[in-house]
């Protein structure tokens, strides 16, 4: 995916912005687990793994249960709208 996708489909100038002020995560599904990635801005700004905060699952974890560690990173960002 081309950069300047990502950061219009966000509405951030930069990714300083997205790193500073976003969150992101990837989850990767492996012959015998789910791994949950947290992104975080490094000292530079710029987007890097949070091995601490790395979660991974048993491969026949709920859904409910891989986006629990989200929402609670999300939650502690002070990133979560709620309804």
Partial sequence: MH???ILRA???KSWKQ???H???YRVVWNRDRVTVHVVHADPSQRGQYDPKR???L???TSLI???KPILDDLRVRN????H
């Avoid at 990133?79 to 709620?82: E, F, I, R, S």
Wanted: no cysteine.
């Fill in 18 to 20: 997205l790193y500073t």
């Fill in 79 to 82: 990133l979560l709208v709620q």
């Fill in 22 to 24: 976003g969150a992101g």
């Fill in 10 to 12: 966000t509405g951030a």
């Fill in 58 to 60: 048993p491969k026949n």
């Fill in 54 to 56: 790395e979660r991974v």
């Fill in 65 to 67: 249960e891989i986006v």
């Fill in 3 to 5: 950069a300047d996708v």
